[in-house]
């Protein structure tokens, strides 16, 4: 059994609307093997075994980085 680990790192979700907005991200294709989020810097949830989901929210006329480090066995 091997694993591996990938980290999505410096994900930048902007807004450039005057009022503040929920962005939706969603990373499917984690159906293979055993994938699992170590660390995320904004709290998602697994929508099912290949989906997992954020609703990040983005300030008025501003950003959020997003991180999220994922640990696969295989």
């Known amino acids: ?11 930048r979700l902007t807004n450039a609307r005057s009022r ?3 962005v939706e991200l969603v ?13 995320d810097s904004a709290k998602g949830e697994r929508r099912n075994a290949g ?4 609703q990040v929210p983005v300030p008025a006329n ?3 980085d ?3 480090t994922f640990d696969s066995r295989y």
């Open 20 to 22: 503040p907005a929920t």
């Open 62 to 64: 501003g950003s959020v």
């Open 27 to 39: 990373q499917g294709g984690l159906d293979w093997g055993d994938v699992r989020v170590v660390e």
């Open 66 to 68: 997003l991180s999220v």
């Open 51 to 54: 989906t997992y989901a954020w």
């Open 1 to 11: 059994m091997g694993t591996s680990t990938l980290s999505l790192t410096n994900s």
